[in-house]
Each structure stands twice: as structure tokens, then as C-alpha cells.
């Protein structure tokens, strides 16, 4: 039996994990999260491809790819967050349910952040956790594709 598959798309910056700010994003690479997400997608029965883009319309896209080729898609838009209606009309163009997370609690930091075009689109948003954040949107995500 084919396991569904799950995206998880990361946007500008979040190649920088690791070294980007550890006091707030945490010392885990983007390439140890993603092996840390291919781990837990695997124990929960997931296919997972793991993505990350600098650009605005290069995350539009993976958005709609993911649409087109995935049953569920895990989004930390990062910046593209706070400020690309783009970003979020490509979520209200697919069909499939997308989880938002983000490594830190967006509201609890500056103004501008407080700001935020996605959480009213999508299905569900994990804040706040770290790395953590990533397991708990899979295990969300898997339950809401076996109803
Ligand atoms: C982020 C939060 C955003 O405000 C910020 O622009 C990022 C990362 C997070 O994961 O905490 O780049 O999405």
C-alpha cells in the first residue's frame, strides 16, 4: 500500500539554521531537520520530501507543486510570512491541508511579525517549539490524513 506523501517547504533564511541566530532559531542545521523529519514521517507512516527556497515566486511554485503532488504540506514561510499575499493566495490555490510552523513564537517577538497572512488560510499552525515544532506538525498532519 503507497504511504501518503507530505512536503515540508521552507522559505528564505532557513538555510541558515544552525548558524542563523541560535539564540532564537536553536543549533539544529536545516540539514539535520531534515533528517530529523525524514525519521519521524518514516515512524508514522509518511513519505516525505523536505524543501527549501530563498525566493518568493520559487516558494509560490513548490506550493503549487505540492498541491499537485502531495497530500498534505508543512510551511514555515519564514519571513514570506508577514508579507506576501503571493505566498498566500498559491495556499488558497491548492486543495490539500497545509500545517504552518515556525521555530519561534512569531508574536512574542517584534511588532512587525505580529503580522501574519497565513493563519487564517491554512489548516492548523504550530509556533514556538523549535525543531520540535516540525515533529508535532507531522503527527497533525498524519492524523488528519487517516480521518
Ligand atoms: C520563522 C519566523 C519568521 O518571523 C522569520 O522571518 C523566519 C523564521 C520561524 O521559524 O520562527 O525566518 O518563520
Known amino acids: 500500500m503507497s504511504r501518503p506523501r507530505v512536503h515540508v517547504l521552507n522559505g528564505p533564511n532557513l538555510s541558515r539554521l544552525g548558524r542563523r541566530e541560535p539564540e532564537v532559531y536553536g ?3 536545516l540539514a539535520e531537520l531534515a533528517a530529523l523529519c525524514g ?10 520530501v523536505f524543501e527549501q527556497c530563498e525566493g518568493e515566486g520559487e516558494l509560490v511554485a513548490l506550493i503549487h507543486r505540492a498541491g499537485d503532488q ?11 510570512t508577514h508579507t506576501s499575499v503571493a505566498v498566500r493566495d498559491a495556499v488558497c490555490a491548492i486543495a490539500i491541508p497545509v500545517v504552518e510552523v515556525h ?15 497565513l493563519e487564517d488560510v491554512v489548516y492548523a499552525g504550530v509556533r514556538g517549539f523549535g525543531t520540535e515544532g516540525y515533529r508535532l506538525a507531522l503527527e497533525g498532519l498524519a492524523a488528519r490524513l487517516r480521518d
Open 70 to 80: 502531495a497530500a498534505g504540506l508543512i510551511l514555515n514561510a519564514a519571513a514570506y
Open 39 to 48: 525519521g519521524w514521517a518514516d515512524g508514522l507512516g509518511l513519505d516525505l
Open 103 to 117: 521555530l519561534s513564537n512569531p508574536a512574542a517577538r517584534e511588532p512587525f511579525r505580529r503580522r501574519n497572512l
Open 27 to 29: 543549533t539544529t542545521t
